[in-house]
């Protein structure tokens, strides 16, 4: 699989983005998705996950939740970040990374999965 992440830019306080991560070559729902971010000086978090086990769960950070949300679109083969009233805390590389959709988002291994190259969101006023 491929992951190609867009969307990414510079907005204001309280602005929002959208981002989306393609997936190219296969569907959507073959994989367990999740969204990672890396502040400048800052390890990195994982945003958001994504998994199709047992039925279906949506995951956030504490850090993003009520403000982040991640969908699926089968008809785009993307899996979609929208980021609402944005903080200059969110400023990071975001990138979407993928396991195969038997994983749960509690095993999701970064160092198993399938990255996109990023894309920057800078939040600043």
């Not at 907005?11 to 190219?24: E, I, K, N, T």
């Not at 999740?34 to 956030?60: H, I, M, N």
Request: hydrophobic share 30%.
């Amino acid at each position: 699989v491929q992951l190609q992440a867009s969307g990414g830019g510079s907005v204001q306080p309280g602005g929002s983005l959208r981002l989306s991560c393609a997936v190219l070559k296969f569907n959507v729902d073959d994989y367990t998705i999740a969204w990672f971010r890396q502040a400048p000086g800052k390890g990195r978090e994982r945003v958001s996950c994504d998994t199709l086990v047992g039925g279906g769960s949506t995951y956030y950070a504490d850090s993003v939740k009520g403000r982040f949300t991640l969908s699926r679109d089968n008809a785009r083969h993307t899996v979609d970040l929208q980021m609402n009233d944005l903080k200059p805390e969110d400023t990071a590389v975001y990138s979407c990374a993928a396991v195969p959709r038997y994983y749960h988002c509690s095993e999701f291994s970064a160092d198993r999965a399938t990255w996109g190259r990023g894309t920057l969101v800078t939040v600043s006023s």
